[in-house]
């Protein structure tokens, strides 16, 4: 019943640009801290930017200044712009979506896109 699709991944040049978008479906959206996660072969998945239901943003160090995470809550939908992307940028990019419930939270995860960032 809960959904969260990613799409809008692929294959760029570094310092190409890409975005990336991510529908959820079987949730109530508006309520949700909305995040992308990514994982390269070999290592651990990792946070990328997170929203939450007011609109504030965190972001990695790694990605600060060239990506831009943003959310429509009435299209379900959140959204990753990737500019001045870099080789190091390649990953299978995760969508979530995590609901504080004050002891403990509830997270649900989408399939993954795969982004290539090569020459």
């Known amino acids: 019943q809960v959904q969260l699709v990613e799409s809008g991944g692929g294959l760029v040049q570094p310092g190409g640009s890409l975005r990336l978008s991510c529908a959820a479906s079987?949730?109530?959206?508006?309520?949700?801290?909305m995040g992308w996660y990514r994982q390269a072969p070999g290592k651990q998945r990792e946070l990328v930017a997170t929203?939450?239901?007011?609109?504030?943003?965190n972001y990695a160090d790694s990605v600060k200044g060239r990506f831009t995470i943003s959310r429509d809550n009435a299209k379900n939908t959140v959204y990753l712009q990737m500019n001045s992307l870099k080789p190091e940028d390649t990953a299978v990019y995760y969508c979530?979506?995590?609901?504080?419930?004050?002891?403990?939270?509830?997270?649900?995860w989408g399939q993954g896109t795969q982004v290539t960032v090569s020459s």
């Open positions: 979530n979506a995590n609901l504080p419930l004050g002891f403990t939270t509830r997270d649900y």
């Open positions: 079987g949730i109530r959206f508006s309520n949700y801290v």
């Open positions: 929203i939450t239901s007011g609109s504030s943003t």
